[in-house]
Protein backbone atom coordinates (compact mmCIF):
# COMPACT_ATOMS: atom_id res chain seq x y z
CA UNK A 1 0.00 0.00 0.00
CA UNK A 2 2.78 2.30 1.14
CA UNK A 3 4.66 1.49 -1.58
CA UNK A 4 1.51 2.34 -4.36
CA UNK A 5 1.54 5.04 -2.41
CA UNK A 6 5.04 5.97 -3.43
CA UNK A 7 5.24 4.93 -6.96
CA UNK A 8 2.21 7.28 -7.51
CA UNK A 9 3.52 10.40 -5.99
CA UNK A 10 7.24 9.79 -8.04
CA UNK A 11 4.96 9.46 -11.36
CA UNK A 12 3.25 12.95 -10.23
CA UNK A 13 6.34 14.28 -9.66
CA UNK A 14 7.97 13.60 -12.87
CA UNK A 15 4.76 14.21 -14.78
CA UNK A 16 4.32 17.64 -12.76
CA UNK A 17 8.18 18.62 -13.43
CA UNK A 18 7.33 18.29 -17.39
CA UNK A 19 4.39 20.14 -17.19
CA UNK A 20 6.34 23.20 -15.72
CA UNK A 21 9.46 22.71 -18.00
CA UNK A 22 7.12 22.77 -21.20
CA UNK A 23 3.72 24.78 -20.58
CA UNK A 24 2.55 25.40 -24.24
CA UNK A 25 0.70 28.28 -22.48
CA UNK A 26 3.71 29.73 -21.31
CA UNK A 27 5.00 29.55 -25.42
CA UNK A 28 2.14 30.73 -26.82
CA UNK A 29 1.67 33.48 -25.37
CA UNK A 30 5.44 34.40 -25.22
CA UNK A 31 5.18 34.10 -29.16
CA UNK A 32 2.18 35.86 -29.12
CA UNK A 33 3.76 39.15 -27.51
CA UNK A 34 7.24 39.29 -29.14
CA UNK A 35 5.39 38.71 -32.63
CA UNK A 36 3.65 42.41 -31.69
CA UNK A 37 7.04 43.79 -30.30
CA UNK A 38 8.26 42.75 -33.84
CA UNK A 39 5.41 44.05 -35.77
CA UNK A 40 5.81 47.34 -34.17
CA UNK A 41 9.51 47.73 -34.84
CA UNK A 42 8.89 46.90 -38.80
CA UNK A 43 5.87 49.73 -39.17
CA UNK A 44 8.44 52.00 -37.27
CA UNK A 45 11.53 51.71 -38.93
CA UNK A 46 9.81 51.00 -42.33
CA UNK A 47 8.56 54.90 -41.87
CA UNK A 48 12.36 56.03 -40.95
CA UNK A 49 13.85 53.89 -43.78
CA UNK A 50 11.50 55.00 -46.66
CA UNK A 51 13.29 58.09 -47.83
CA UNK A 52 16.94 58.29 -48.44
CA UNK A 53 18.72 59.99 -45.55
CA UNK A 54 19.77 63.05 -47.28
CA UNK A 55 16.11 63.43 -48.42
CA UNK A 56 14.70 62.77 -44.85
CA UNK A 57 17.42 65.36 -43.54
CA UNK A 58 16.31 68.51 -46.12
CA UNK A 59 12.88 67.67 -45.16
CA UNK A 60 13.56 68.39 -41.59
CA UNK A 61 15.53 71.21 -42.18
CA UNK A 62 12.93 73.04 -44.06
CA UNK A 63 10.67 75.81 -42.53
CA UNK A 64 7.48 74.23 -43.17
CA UNK A 65 9.01 71.69 -40.90
CA UNK A 66 10.72 74.20 -38.58
CA UNK A 67 7.17 75.84 -38.05
CA UNK A 68 5.40 72.63 -37.42
CA UNK A 69 7.33 72.12 -34.94
CA UNK A 70 7.72 75.10 -32.88
CA UNK A 71 3.82 75.29 -33.22
CA UNK A 72 3.67 71.65 -31.97
CA UNK A 73 5.66 72.53 -29.01
CA UNK A 74 4.36 75.92 -28.59
CA UNK A 75 0.51 74.37 -27.86
CA UNK A 76 1.23 71.51 -26.14
CA UNK A 77 3.57 73.07 -23.51
CA UNK A 78 0.22 75.41 -22.87
CA UNK A 79 -2.13 72.90 -23.38
CA UNK A 80 -0.24 70.75 -20.79
CA UNK A 81 0.61 73.69 -18.38
CA UNK A 82 -3.33 74.07 -18.55
CA UNK A 83 -3.97 70.52 -17.37
CA UNK A 84 -1.73 70.82 -14.74
CA UNK A 85 -3.66 73.86 -13.29
CA UNK A 86 -7.00 72.19 -13.60
CA UNK A 87 -6.08 68.52 -13.29
CA UNK A 88 -3.92 68.59 -10.30
CA UNK A 89 -6.19 70.41 -7.94
CA UNK A 90 -9.42 68.41 -9.61
CA UNK A 91 -7.59 65.02 -8.85
CA UNK A 92 -6.65 65.71 -4.73
CA UNK A 93 -10.31 66.68 -4.54
CA UNK A 94 -11.39 63.32 -6.25
CA UNK A 95 -8.44 61.35 -3.97
CA UNK A 96 -9.01 63.27 -0.67
CA UNK A 97 -12.40 64.08 0.03
CA UNK A 98 -16.58 62.64 -0.12
CA UNK A 99 -18.79 64.86 -2.14
CA UNK A 100 -21.79 64.09 -3.51
CA UNK A 101 -21.59 62.89 -7.10
CA UNK A 102 -18.51 62.05 -6.72
CA UNK A 103 -18.51 58.95 -8.60
CA UNK A 104 -20.77 60.83 -11.06
CA UNK A 105 -18.01 63.68 -11.52
CA UNK A 106 -15.14 60.63 -11.74
CA UNK A 107 -16.74 59.11 -14.79
CA UNK A 108 -17.61 62.26 -16.33
CA UNK A 109 -14.15 63.12 -16.38
CA UNK A 110 -13.04 59.90 -17.92
CA UNK A 111 -15.67 60.65 -20.57
CA UNK A 112 -13.10 62.33 -22.92
CA UNK A 113 -10.72 59.42 -23.22
CA UNK A 114 -13.43 57.28 -24.52
CA UNK A 115 -14.64 59.79 -26.50
CA UNK A 116 -13.20 59.59 -30.49
CA UNK A 117 -11.46 62.75 -30.52
CA UNK A 118 -13.43 63.92 -33.84
CA UNK A 119 -16.34 64.02 -31.58
CA UNK A 120 -14.58 65.63 -28.98
CA UNK A 121 -13.29 68.33 -32.06
CA UNK A 122 -17.34 68.57 -32.92
CA UNK A 123 -18.24 70.08 -29.23
CA UNK A 124 -15.78 72.37 -29.60
CA UNK A 125 -16.33 73.85 -32.61
CA UNK A 126 -19.90 74.24 -31.50
CA UNK A 127 -19.06 74.93 -28.47
CA UNK A 128 -16.69 78.43 -29.73
CA UNK A 129 -18.62 78.40 -32.97
CA UNK A 130 -22.01 78.73 -31.98
CA UNK A 131 -22.96 79.81 -28.44
CA UNK A 132 -22.57 82.77 -26.62
CA UNK A 133 -19.62 81.79 -24.53
CA UNK A 134 -17.84 81.33 -27.81
CA UNK A 135 -18.53 84.59 -29.03
CA UNK A 136 -17.74 86.38 -26.03
CA UNK A 137 -14.50 85.28 -25.91
CA UNK A 138 -13.86 86.07 -29.44
CA UNK A 139 -15.17 89.10 -28.66
CA UNK A 140 -12.49 90.06 -26.45
CA UNK A 141 -9.93 88.34 -28.77
CA UNK A 142 -9.87 84.80 -27.79
CA UNK A 143 -10.73 83.51 -31.19
CA UNK A 144 -10.65 79.68 -30.76
CA UNK A 145 -12.03 78.22 -34.38
CA UNK A 146 -9.39 77.97 -36.70
CA UNK A 147 -6.88 79.13 -34.71
CA UNK A 148 -3.75 78.04 -33.09
CA UNK A 149 -5.74 78.95 -29.76
CA UNK A 150 -8.50 76.25 -30.98
CA UNK A 151 -4.74 73.52 -31.01
CA UNK A 152 -4.46 74.58 -27.34
CA UNK A 153 -8.37 73.66 -26.42
CA UNK A 154 -8.58 70.67 -28.02
CA UNK A 155 -5.51 69.58 -26.82
CA UNK A 156 -6.20 70.96 -23.01
CA UNK A 157 -10.06 69.35 -23.78
CA UNK A 158 -8.41 65.39 -24.99
CA UNK A 159 -5.70 65.41 -23.18
CA UNK A 160 -6.73 66.54 -19.05
CA UNK A 161 -7.93 63.11 -18.25
CA UNK A 162 -4.67 61.73 -18.28
CA UNK A 163 -3.11 63.91 -16.17
CA UNK A 164 -6.39 63.47 -13.91
CA UNK A 165 -6.05 60.09 -14.01
CA UNK A 166 -1.92 59.79 -13.02
CA UNK A 167 -2.35 62.72 -10.24
CA UNK A 168 -5.82 60.73 -8.82
CA UNK A 169 -3.86 58.08 -8.07
CA UNK A 170 -0.55 59.32 -6.94
CA UNK A 171 -2.62 61.43 -4.53
CA UNK A 172 -4.64 58.26 -3.57
CA UNK A 173 -1.33 56.57 -3.30
CA UNK A 174 0.08 58.86 -0.11
CA UNK A 175 -1.38 58.01 3.07
CA UNK A 176 -3.83 61.23 4.14
CA UNK A 177 -2.00 61.04 7.82
CA UNK A 178 1.16 62.44 6.33
CA UNK A 179 -0.85 65.08 6.03
CA UNK A 180 -2.32 64.84 9.52
CA UNK A 181 0.94 65.08 10.78
CA UNK A 182 2.23 68.34 8.79
CA UNK A 183 -0.94 69.48 10.14
CA UNK A 184 -0.05 69.39 13.83
CA UNK A 185 3.21 70.63 13.07
CA UNK A 186 2.18 73.67 12.53
CA UNK A 187 0.79 73.54 8.93
CA UNK A 188 -2.54 75.11 7.13
CA UNK A 189 -4.24 72.33 4.75
CA UNK A 190 -2.83 74.19 1.82
CA UNK A 191 0.60 74.24 3.51
CA UNK A 192 0.43 70.73 4.13
CA UNK A 193 -0.50 70.34 0.58
CA UNK A 194 2.83 72.30 -0.32
CA UNK A 195 5.31 70.95 1.43
CA UNK A 196 4.15 67.89 1.75
CA UNK A 197 2.12 65.67 -0.40
CA UNK A 198 3.37 67.68 -3.58
CA UNK A 199 6.73 66.68 -3.30
CA UNK A 200 5.68 63.24 -2.58
CA UNK A 201 3.76 63.17 -5.51
CA UNK A 202 6.79 64.50 -7.67
CA UNK A 203 7.42 61.41 -9.74
CA UNK A 204 3.43 61.07 -10.60
CA UNK A 205 3.64 64.75 -11.39
CA UNK A 206 6.63 64.36 -13.74
CA UNK A 207 5.00 61.03 -15.73
CA UNK A 208 1.71 62.67 -15.84
CA UNK A 209 3.11 66.00 -17.45
CA UNK A 210 4.93 64.42 -19.99
CA UNK A 211 2.29 61.72 -20.90
CA UNK A 212 0.34 64.60 -21.30
CA UNK A 213 2.46 66.95 -23.17
CA UNK A 214 3.86 63.77 -25.74
CA UNK A 215 -0.16 63.26 -26.42
CA UNK A 216 -1.12 66.96 -26.74
CA UNK A 217 1.93 67.26 -29.57
CA UNK A 218 0.33 64.22 -31.28
CA UNK A 219 -3.22 65.51 -31.00
CA UNK A 220 -4.93 65.33 -34.57
CA UNK A 221 -8.53 65.02 -34.58
CA UNK A 222 -9.83 67.20 -32.42
CA UNK A 223 -7.57 69.79 -33.18
CA UNK A 224 -8.25 68.98 -36.81
CA UNK A 225 -12.51 69.94 -36.64
CA UNK A 226 -11.54 73.13 -33.83
CA UNK A 227 -8.59 74.68 -35.23
CA UNK A 228 -8.65 73.21 -38.86
CA UNK A 229 -5.77 72.26 -41.28
CA UNK A 230 -4.64 75.43 -42.19
CA UNK A 231 -0.64 75.83 -43.72
CA UNK A 232 1.36 77.95 -41.88
CA UNK A 233 -1.28 78.72 -39.45
CA UNK A 234 -2.34 75.68 -37.37
CA UNK A 235 0.25 73.33 -38.52
CA UNK A 236 1.35 71.06 -36.20
CA UNK A 237 3.56 68.20 -36.43
CA UNK A 238 0.47 65.68 -37.08
CA UNK A 239 -1.35 68.42 -39.09
CA UNK A 240 1.93 68.90 -41.68
CA UNK A 241 1.61 64.82 -41.23
CA UNK A 242 -1.39 64.78 -42.41
CA UNK A 243 -1.31 67.54 -45.13
CA UNK A 244 2.00 66.58 -46.99
CA UNK A 245 0.33 63.04 -46.94
CA UNK A 246 -2.65 64.17 -48.72
CA UNK A 247 -0.59 66.12 -51.70
CA UNK A 248 1.88 63.86 -52.18
CA UNK A 249 4.77 65.09 -50.98
CA UNK A 250 6.12 61.87 -48.72
CA UNK A 251 9.81 62.93 -47.29
CA UNK A 252 7.45 66.17 -45.91
CA UNK A 253 5.30 64.28 -44.07
CA UNK A 254 8.15 60.96 -43.43
CA UNK A 255 9.60 63.52 -41.23
CA UNK A 256 7.25 65.01 -39.80
CA UNK A 257 6.18 61.06 -38.52
CA UNK A 258 10.12 60.88 -37.76
CA UNK A 259 9.94 63.65 -35.26
CA UNK A 260 6.66 62.91 -33.85
CA UNK A 261 8.54 58.77 -33.67
CA UNK A 262 11.38 60.39 -31.47
CA UNK A 263 9.35 62.20 -29.31
CA UNK A 264 7.02 58.90 -28.07
CA UNK A 265 10.01 57.29 -27.38
CA UNK A 266 11.32 59.54 -25.20
CA UNK A 267 8.10 60.51 -23.49
CA UNK A 268 7.47 56.34 -22.84
CA UNK A 269 11.18 56.27 -21.82
CA UNK A 270 10.63 58.53 -18.90
CA UNK A 271 7.18 57.93 -17.92
CA UNK A 272 8.20 54.16 -17.83
CA UNK A 273 11.20 55.62 -15.60
CA UNK A 274 9.51 57.34 -13.36
CA UNK A 275 5.96 56.64 -13.84
CA UNK A 276 6.29 53.64 -10.94
CA UNK A 277 3.00 53.52 -9.17
CA UNK A 278 0.99 56.14 -10.95
CA UNK A 279 0.35 53.78 -14.06
CA UNK A 280 -2.93 53.73 -14.99
CA UNK B 1 -14.09 56.55 7.12
CA UNK B 2 -17.65 57.11 8.68
CA UNK B 3 -17.87 53.54 10.31
CA UNK B 4 -15.95 54.29 13.48
CA UNK B 5 -18.41 55.60 15.99
CA UNK B 6 -16.91 57.53 19.45
CA UNK B 7 -19.58 57.80 21.74
CA UNK B 8 -19.66 59.25 25.26
CA UNK B 9 -16.07 59.21 25.80
CA UNK B 10 -14.67 61.20 28.70
CA UNK B 11 -11.33 61.12 29.71
CA UNK B 12 -10.01 63.38 32.15
CA UNK B 13 -6.23 63.40 31.84
CA UNK B 14 -4.09 65.45 33.70
CA UNK B 15 -1.07 68.02 33.15
CA UNK B 16 2.48 65.71 32.85
CA UNK B 17 0.85 62.37 33.38
CA UNK B 18 1.16 59.51 30.86
CA UNK B 19 -2.24 57.90 30.02
CA UNK B 20 -2.50 54.32 28.06
CA UNK B 21 -5.79 53.44 26.75
CA UNK B 22 -5.89 49.56 25.38
CA UNK B 23 -8.58 48.06 23.32
CA UNK B 24 -8.87 45.40 20.53
CA UNK B 25 -8.64 46.38 17.12
CA UNK B 26 -11.28 48.83 15.76
CA UNK B 27 -12.08 49.77 19.50
CA UNK B 28 -11.80 53.75 17.66
CA UNK B 29 -8.94 54.49 19.77
CA UNK B 30 -7.18 55.88 16.82
CA UNK B 31 -10.08 57.92 15.61
CA UNK B 32 -10.02 59.40 19.42
CA UNK B 33 -6.39 60.57 19.19
CA UNK B 34 -6.97 62.21 15.90
CA UNK B 35 -10.10 63.96 17.00
CA UNK B 36 -8.25 65.16 20.20
CA UNK B 37 -5.48 66.16 17.13
CA UNK B 38 -8.10 68.01 15.31
CA UNK B 39 -8.01 66.00 12.32
CA UNK B 40 -11.97 64.95 12.66
CA UNK B 41 -14.22 67.47 14.12
CA UNK B 42 -16.53 65.76 16.75
CA UNK B 43 -20.21 65.79 16.06
CA UNK B 44 -20.63 66.97 20.01
CA UNK B 45 -18.75 67.45 23.14
CA UNK B 46 -15.80 69.23 23.69
CA UNK B 47 -12.24 69.08 23.92
CA UNK B 48 -10.37 71.09 26.83
CA UNK B 49 -6.73 71.79 26.75
CA UNK B 50 -5.32 73.57 29.76
CA UNK B 51 -8.50 75.08 30.32
CA UNK B 52 -9.20 76.20 27.00
CA UNK B 53 -11.76 75.03 24.49
CA UNK B 54 -9.92 73.90 21.59
CA UNK B 55 -12.92 71.85 20.08
CA UNK B 56 -13.01 74.16 17.23
CA UNK B 57 -9.27 74.98 16.49
CA UNK B 58 -7.20 73.71 13.28
CA UNK B 59 -4.85 71.26 14.36
CA UNK B 60 -1.40 73.49 13.75
CA UNK B 61 -2.84 75.98 16.56
CA UNK B 62 -3.67 72.93 19.35
CA UNK B 63 0.34 72.37 19.94
CA UNK B 64 -0.63 68.84 20.16
CA UNK B 65 1.56 66.25 18.03
CA UNK B 66 0.98 62.85 16.82
CA UNK B 67 3.43 60.19 16.44
CA UNK B 68 2.16 56.77 14.62
CA UNK B 69 2.92 53.32 14.61
CA UNK B 70 4.16 53.34 10.51
CA UNK B 71 6.66 56.16 11.76
CA UNK B 72 4.84 58.90 8.75
CA UNK B 73 8.26 60.59 8.45
CA UNK B 74 8.49 62.72 5.24
CA UNK B 75 9.98 60.66 2.52
CA UNK B 76 11.34 63.31 0.75
CA UNK B 77 13.05 65.09 3.58
CA UNK B 78 15.79 63.94 5.76
CA UNK B 79 16.53 63.78 8.92
CA UNK B 80 17.41 67.15 10.02
CA UNK B 81 14.38 67.62 7.58
CA UNK B 82 11.25 65.60 9.82
CA UNK B 83 12.74 67.01 12.87
CA UNK B 84 12.67 70.94 11.92
CA UNK B 85 9.54 70.93 9.87
CA UNK B 86 7.18 71.98 13.23
CA UNK B 87 9.44 74.37 13.13
CA UNK B 88 9.99 75.81 10.01
CA UNK B 89 6.05 76.01 10.56
CA UNK B 90 6.65 78.39 13.26
CA UNK B 91 9.19 81.10 11.42
CA UNK B 92 12.01 80.10 13.68
CA UNK B 93 15.27 81.44 12.57
CA UNK B 94 17.25 78.85 10.63
CA UNK B 95 20.38 78.56 13.48
CA UNK B 96 17.93 78.23 16.39
CA UNK B 97 16.27 75.53 14.48
CA UNK B 98 19.45 73.72 13.62
CA UNK B 99 20.10 74.09 17.08
CA UNK B 100 16.92 72.66 18.52
CA UNK B 101 17.42 69.63 15.98
CA UNK B 102 20.51 68.64 16.78
CA UNK B 103 19.30 68.95 20.70
CA UNK B 104 16.39 66.46 20.07
CA UNK B 105 18.21 64.40 17.85
CA UNK B 106 20.67 63.90 20.79
CA UNK B 107 18.64 63.42 22.76
CA UNK B 108 17.13 60.59 20.86
CA UNK B 109 20.86 59.06 19.86
CA UNK B 110 20.29 59.62 16.26
CA UNK B 111 22.23 62.87 15.91
CA UNK B 112 24.47 60.94 12.92
CA UNK B 113 21.74 60.48 10.83
CA UNK B 114 20.41 63.46 10.66
CA UNK B 115 21.22 63.93 6.64
CA UNK B 116 20.11 60.09 6.02
CA UNK B 117 16.71 59.79 4.39
CA UNK B 118 14.02 57.63 6.28
CA UNK B 119 13.49 54.81 3.87
CA UNK B 120 17.97 54.76 4.82
CA UNK B 121 16.34 54.11 8.33
CA UNK B 122 15.93 51.08 10.46
CA UNK B 123 12.33 50.55 12.01
CA UNK B 124 13.69 52.20 15.11
CA UNK B 125 15.31 54.60 14.00
CA UNK B 126 12.19 55.99 12.42
CA UNK B 127 10.64 55.72 15.13
CA UNK B 128 12.86 57.78 16.73
CA UNK B 129 12.93 60.33 13.87
CA UNK B 130 9.16 60.63 14.56
CA UNK B 131 9.31 61.33 18.37
CA UNK B 132 12.16 63.53 18.25
CA UNK B 133 9.81 65.59 15.38
CA UNK B 134 7.00 65.60 17.69
CA UNK B 135 8.84 66.81 20.87
CA UNK B 136 10.91 69.34 19.28
CA UNK B 137 7.70 71.46 18.70
CA UNK B 138 7.28 71.14 22.91
CA UNK B 139 4.00 69.52 22.80
CA UNK B 140 1.07 70.24 25.25
CA UNK B 141 0.17 66.86 24.44
CA UNK B 142 2.04 64.32 22.98
CA UNK B 143 -0.08 61.72 21.01
CA UNK B 144 1.20 58.18 20.36
CA UNK B 145 -0.51 55.68 18.69
CA UNK B 146 0.91 52.29 18.83
CA UNK B 147 4.43 53.60 18.08
CA UNK B 148 6.11 50.40 19.39
CA UNK B 149 3.71 47.73 17.45
CA UNK B 150 5.88 47.66 14.54
CA UNK B 151 9.08 47.18 16.01
CA UNK B 152 10.76 43.67 17.11
CA UNK B 153 10.76 42.91 20.43
CA UNK B 154 14.17 44.80 21.59
CA UNK B 155 14.21 47.33 19.75
CA UNK B 156 10.65 47.83 21.50
CA UNK B 157 12.35 47.59 25.01
CA UNK B 158 14.48 50.06 24.50
CA UNK B 159 11.98 52.39 23.02
CA UNK B 160 10.00 51.82 26.40
CA UNK B 161 13.09 52.98 28.37
CA UNK B 162 13.65 56.13 26.24
CA UNK B 163 9.78 57.10 26.09
CA UNK B 164 10.23 56.97 30.47
CA UNK B 165 13.28 58.70 29.86
CA UNK B 166 11.59 60.84 28.14
CA UNK B 167 8.54 61.76 29.53
CA UNK B 168 10.25 62.06 32.80
CA UNK B 169 12.83 64.47 31.81
CA UNK B 170 10.06 66.95 29.59
CA UNK B 171 6.79 66.40 31.87
CA UNK B 172 4.64 65.85 28.56
CA UNK B 173 1.37 65.23 28.90
CA UNK B 174 1.15 61.63 27.16
CA UNK B 175 -1.67 59.67 25.52
CA UNK B 176 -0.51 56.24 24.84
CA UNK B 177 -2.57 54.17 22.42
CA UNK B 178 -1.62 50.51 22.50
CA UNK B 179 -2.84 46.64 22.61
CA UNK B 180 0.41 45.48 23.97
CA UNK B 181 0.38 45.42 28.09
CA UNK B 182 3.82 45.41 28.40
CA UNK B 183 3.65 48.55 27.60
CA UNK B 184 1.23 49.21 29.85
CA UNK B 185 2.49 48.54 32.62
CA UNK B 186 6.04 49.73 32.28
CA UNK B 187 4.68 53.09 31.21
CA UNK B 188 0.90 54.00 32.37
CA UNK B 189 0.78 56.40 35.19
CA UNK B 190 -3.42 55.63 34.12
CA UNK B 191 -4.65 53.20 31.51
CA UNK B 192 -8.57 53.61 29.75
CA UNK B 193 -9.82 50.43 28.53
CA UNK B 194 -11.79 51.21 25.38
CA UNK B 195 -14.28 49.21 23.29
CA UNK B 196 -16.48 49.82 20.60
CA UNK B 197 -16.18 53.36 20.79
CA UNK B 198 -16.35 53.56 24.55
CA UNK B 199 -14.49 54.21 27.22
CA UNK B 200 -15.20 50.76 29.95
CA UNK B 201 -12.99 51.21 32.70
CA UNK B 202 -9.95 53.95 33.80
CA UNK B 203 -7.92 53.59 36.24
CA UNK B 204 -4.10 52.44 37.53
CA UNK B 205 -3.07 49.50 35.72
CA UNK B 206 -2.99 47.29 38.98
CA UNK B 207 -6.64 48.84 39.92
CA UNK B 208 -8.04 47.95 36.43
CA UNK B 209 -6.27 44.15 36.39
CA UNK B 210 -6.87 43.12 39.38
CA UNK B 211 -10.51 43.97 39.93
CA UNK B 212 -11.88 44.33 36.32
CA UNK B 213 -15.86 45.76 36.31
CA UNK B 214 -17.27 44.30 33.51
CA UNK B 215 -16.89 40.55 31.31
CA UNK B 216 -15.36 42.76 28.54
CA UNK B 217 -12.18 43.66 30.28
CA UNK B 218 -11.72 40.72 32.21
CA UNK B 219 -11.98 38.85 28.68
CA UNK B 220 -9.47 41.05 26.81
CA UNK B 221 -7.12 41.57 30.26
CA UNK B 222 -6.74 37.68 30.35
CA UNK B 223 -8.83 36.78 33.38
CA UNK B 224 -9.37 33.28 32.72
CA UNK B 225 -11.44 32.01 35.78
CA UNK B 226 -15.13 34.37 35.27
CA UNK B 227 -18.51 32.72 36.46
CA UNK B 228 -22.16 34.16 36.55
CA UNK B 229 -23.76 32.65 39.65
CA UNK B 230 -26.19 33.96 42.40
CA UNK B 231 -24.97 36.25 45.17
CA UNK B 232 -25.89 36.51 48.75
CA UNK B 233 -24.88 37.98 51.99
CA UNK B 234 -23.25 36.79 55.24
CA UNK B 235 -21.56 37.86 57.88
CA UNK B 236 -18.07 39.54 56.68
CA UNK B 237 -18.68 38.20 53.25
CA UNK B 238 -20.78 37.24 50.74
CA UNK B 239 -21.90 33.46 49.50
CA UNK B 240 -21.89 33.01 45.65
CA UNK B 241 -23.51 29.76 44.30
CA UNK B 242 -22.24 28.86 40.65
CA UNK B 243 -23.87 25.82 39.82
CA UNK B 244 -24.07 24.26 42.92
CA UNK B 245 -20.26 25.45 43.84
CA UNK B 246 -20.07 27.81 47.35
CA UNK B 247 -17.29 30.48 46.53
CA UNK B 248 -16.76 33.16 49.08
CA UNK B 249 -15.81 36.57 48.26
CA UNK B 250 -15.66 39.63 50.12
CA UNK B 251 -16.00 42.39 47.53
CA UNK B 252 -19.76 40.83 46.83
CA UNK B 253 -22.26 44.08 47.00
CA UNK B 254 -25.47 43.47 47.41
CA UNK B 255 -27.68 40.17 45.99
CA UNK B 256 -28.91 38.16 43.11
CA UNK B 257 -27.00 37.61 39.75
CA UNK B 258 -23.52 38.71 39.56
CA UNK B 259 -20.53 37.84 37.59
CA UNK B 260 -17.00 36.79 39.66
CA UNK B 261 -13.42 36.36 38.33
CA UNK B 262 -10.15 35.25 39.99
CA UNK B 263 -6.75 35.87 38.57
CA UNK B 264 -5.08 32.54 37.50
CA UNK B 265 -2.35 33.54 39.29
CA UNK B 266 -4.29 33.86 42.72
CA UNK B 267 -5.34 29.67 42.88
CA UNK B 268 -3.33 27.50 44.95
CA UNK B 269 -2.41 24.01 43.36
CA UNK B 270 -1.65 21.38 46.23
CA UNK B 271 -1.86 17.75 46.50
CA UNK B 272 -3.09 17.48 50.09
CA UNK B 273 -5.57 19.77 51.25
CA UNK B 274 -4.10 23.00 53.13
CA UNK B 275 -5.09 24.06 56.49
CA UNK B 276 -5.41 28.42 56.04
CA UNK B 277 -6.73 31.66 56.08
CA UNK B 278 -8.34 30.85 52.84
CA UNK B 279 -11.82 30.94 53.04
CA UNK B 280 -11.95 28.50 49.37
CA UNK B 281 -10.70 25.38 49.41
CA UNK B 282 -12.27 22.98 46.51
CA UNK B 283 -11.19 19.37 45.44
CA UNK B 284 -11.00 18.93 41.56
CA UNK B 285 -9.96 16.68 38.58
CA UNK B 286 -6.84 18.24 36.62
CA UNK B 287 -8.57 18.01 32.60
CA UNK B 288 -5.68 19.83 31.28
CA UNK B 289 -2.03 21.23 31.98
CA UNK B 290 -0.92 23.57 29.22
CA UNK B 291 2.95 24.80 28.79
CA UNK B 292 2.98 27.74 27.69
CA UNK B 293 7.11 27.88 28.61
CA UNK B 294 7.73 30.57 31.60
CA UNK B 295 4.46 28.80 33.33
CA UNK B 296 2.22 26.19 33.29
CA UNK B 297 -1.30 26.65 32.72
CA UNK B 298 -3.65 23.86 34.83
CA UNK B 299 -7.37 23.10 34.15
CA UNK B 300 -8.70 21.61 36.95
CA UNK B 301 -12.43 20.39 37.50
CA UNK B 302 -14.03 21.24 40.55
CA UNK B 303 -17.73 21.03 39.51
CA UNK B 304 -17.13 23.93 37.53
CA UNK B 305 -13.26 24.55 35.62
CA UNK B 306 -10.86 26.74 37.48
CA UNK B 307 -7.73 27.76 35.41
CA UNK B 308 -4.87 28.19 37.69
CA UNK B 309 -1.16 28.99 36.53
CA UNK B 310 2.07 27.68 38.20
CA UNK B 311 5.58 28.42 37.47
CA UNK B 312 7.89 25.49 35.86
CA UNK B 313 9.35 25.05 39.39
CA UNK B 314 6.10 24.34 41.49
CA UNK B 315 4.90 22.23 38.28
CA UNK B 316 8.50 19.65 38.46
CA UNK B 317 7.73 19.26 42.39
CA UNK B 318 3.85 18.72 42.20
CA UNK B 319 4.47 16.04 39.31
CA UNK B 320 0.86 17.05 38.02
CA UNK B 321 -0.81 14.94 35.70
CA UNK B 322 -3.92 14.83 33.57
CA UNK B 323 -6.59 13.05 35.59
CA UNK B 324 -4.99 13.58 39.03
CA UNK B 325 -7.26 14.66 41.93
CA UNK B 326 -5.50 18.10 43.29
CA UNK B 327 -6.74 20.61 46.13
CA UNK B 328 -7.62 24.26 44.97
CA UNK B 329 -7.11 27.22 47.48
CA UNK B 330 -7.81 30.72 46.79
CA UNK B 331 -8.66 33.76 49.46
CA UNK B 332 -12.24 35.06 49.75
CA UNK B 333 -10.26 38.82 48.41
CA UNK B 334 -9.10 37.33 45.55
CA UNK B 335 -12.49 36.68 44.14
CA UNK B 336 -13.61 39.99 42.29
CA UNK B 337 -17.54 40.67 41.73
CA UNK B 338 -19.16 43.26 39.52
Known amino acids: ?280 | MGEFVLRNVTLDIDQGEYLVIVGPTGAGKTILLETIAGIYPPDSGSIILEGRDITGLPPRERNICVVYQDYMLFPHLTVEGNIGFGLISRQMPQDEIRKRVVEAAALLSIDHLLHRYPDTLSGGEQQRTAIARAIVMEPALLLLDEPLSALDGQTREMLIKELRRLHKLYKITVVHVTHNFEEVFALADRVAVMNDGDIVQCGHPDEVFRKPNCAFIANFTGVENIFTGTCSQQVGASAINVDGLTIISSTCKGEGEICATVRPEDILISREQIQSSARNSFKGTITDIVNNGMVIKVTVDAGIPFVSVITRQGYEHLHLNEGEEVYLTFKASAVHVF
Not at chain 1, 39 to 67: C, N, R, Y
Not at chain 1, 78 to 100: D, H, N, Q
Not at chain 1, 145 to 162: E, S
Not at chain 1, 181 to 191: F, H, I, R, Y
Open chain 1, 1 to 280: MEQHAKRVAKSHKNTGMKDLRNSWLKYATIAVGILLALFIVILLALIVTKPTPEGLFASIMSEEIHFAIILSLLTSLVSTFLCILIGVPAAYALARYLFKGKNVVNALLDMPLALPPLVAGLGLLLFFGTTNIGRGLAEIGLTFVFTPLGIIAAQFFVNIPFMLRIMRSTFESINPRYEYVAKTLGCSDAQALWRVTLPMSAPGFFAGSVITWAKGIGEFGAALLLAGAIKWKTETLPIALFLNMSCGNLNMAISAATILIIISVVALYIFERYGGASRF
